[in-house]
């Protein structure tokens, strides 16, 4: 099984030393991740550039600013991720997103950031990764607005409308290790949907641990394999093809140069 783990978080208050973590995933099948760098607080956006120099043969960076911090970034975080965008080893912009769920920054200013990095994107011409939670319209509305069309719905919870209409769009959608979770049905109905070649697997280590890892802090890029597995059952396709084909997907979606 060949794998790339479309999202992942590796800062070192998680994980200490990121070669151990490479190492446990080149052992399930991971031959490549995408590592996100985030606005930590102002005047920061974190390891994974770091982490991706270290490692440029494992590990390629996103950088953005999520929904959650949207109200902290300062002017000069902003001038700092135009500048960081724009460097060729950076693959996409993002997180950014919505999130009406915990609301730690004002609607307002989220959406504001929201469009401003859709922006960059355009500017920078990458693809943007997004997260959304209870915010579907809202998201959907600011993507139209700005016309992008490349990208991926990062962790996709949502439920097959709410699939059809990203998808309609031209985003990717990418699976996470919830699938995997009891009471899901209707995003399993929405993966059981959507095109294969339209999906990308994730961890967003070190959070949501698929199953039989559920519960298990802190979920890592190696346990991947197990999203691909049920997004396999659901299609009633093989593993392995699954795997490859949304390695395949992320890869091209981002500009990987990946063996695979």
């Known amino acids: 099984m060949k794998l790339i783990d479309a999202h992942c978080h590796l800062e070192t208050k998680d994980f200490p030393v990121t070669q151990d973590v490479i190492d446990r995933a080149r052992a399930a099948g991971?031959?490549?991740?995408?590592?996100?760098?985030?606005?930590?607080?102002?005047?920061?956006?974190?390891?994974a550039l770091a982490a991706a120099q270290a490692h440029s043969d494992f590990?390629?960076?996103?950088?953005?600013?999520?929904?959650?911090?949207?109200?902290?970034?300062?002017r000069e975080d902003w001038d700092e991720l135009a500048r960081l965008a724009a460097l060729p080893h950076v693959a996409a912009i993002g997180?950014?997103?919505?999130?009406?769920?915990?609301?730690?920054?004002?609607?307002?200013?989220q959406i504001a950031m929201f469009h401003r990095q859709c922006q960059l994107?355009?500017?920078?011409?990458?693809?943007?990764?997004?997260?959304?939670?209870?915010?579907?319209?809202?998201?959907?509305?600011?993507?139209?607005?700005?016309?992008?069309?490349?990208?991926?719905?990062?962790c996709f919870t949502g439920d097959l409308a709410?699939?059809?209409?990203?998808?309609?769009?031209?985003?990717?959608?990418?699976?996470?290790?919830?699938?995997?979770?009891?009471?899901?049905?209707?995003?399993?109905?929405?993966?059981?949907?959507?095109?294969?070649?339209?999906?990308l697997v994730e961890t967003d280590s070190p959070y949501l641990s698929?199953?039989?890892?559920?519960?298990?802090?802190?979920?890592?890029?190696g346990r991947v394999a197990e999203t691909a597995k049920k997004v396999a059952q659901l299609k009633g396709l093989d593993p392995d093809e699954v795997a490859l084909t949304c390695a395949k997907n992320t890869a091209a979606l981002l500009g990987l140069r990946v063996q695979l």
Request: hydrophobic content about 40%; glycine content about 6%; aromatic content about 8%.
């Open 95 to 109: 997180e950014t997103g919505l999130d009406y769920f915990y609301d730690h920054s004002p609607r307002e200013v």
């Open 30 to 47: 991971v031959v490549h991740a995408v590592v996100v760098g985030l606005l930590q607080k102002p005047g920061d956006f974190g390891h």
């Open 59 to 74: 590990l390629t960076p996103t950088i953005g600013v999520h929904p959650h911090d949207a109200a902290q970034a300062t």
């Open 162 to 199: 709410a699939a059809r209409r990203y998808l309609d769009l031209g985003f990717h959608l990418s699976i996470s290790g919830v699938v995997t979770y009891k009471k899901t049905e209707p995003l399993q109905e929405a993966v059981t949907f959507a095109p294969l070649e339209r999906l």
């Open 121 to 154: 994107a355009q500017q920078v011409n990458k693809p943007i990764v997004i997260h959304v939670r209870d915010a579907h319209d809202d998201c959907f509305e600011v993507l139209s607005n700005e016309k992008m069309t490349r990208g991926m719905i990062h």
């Open 210 to 221: 698929p199953v039989p890892f559920r519960g298990k802090w802190p979920n890592e890029p």
